[in-house]
């Protein structure tokens, strides 16, 4: 269990207070699904959509970015 869990509704990190997904969540997602980067993929995806129903004063680009512009 990691301690890198968002804090809604602001999504930020509980582990370390940057913006969620911080570096180190994104290192454990990583890891987490190695070798599968579509599952990945449509998990990120699920809470950027959960995020915009929060942060709707952030730009989708950014939100996209944030969420998704890790995963490769």
């Given at each position: 269990?990691?301690?890198?869990?968002?804090?809604?509704?602001?999504?930020s990190c509980g582990g370390c207070g940057g913006p969620w997904p911080c570096?180190?969540?994104?290192?454990?997602?990583?890891?987490?699904f190695e070798g599968a980067p579509v599952s990945l993929a449509l998990y990120m995806g699920s809470y950027l959509v959960w995020a915009t129903e929060d942060?709707?004063?952030v730009p989708a680009g950014l939100l996209h970015r944030r969420?998704?512009?890790?995963?490769?």
């Open positions: 269990m990691t301690t890198h869990g968002p804090v809604l509704p602001m999504w570096a180190t969540r994104r290192g454990e997602l990583r890891a987490e942060l709707t004063w969420f998704l512009g890790w995963v490769r």
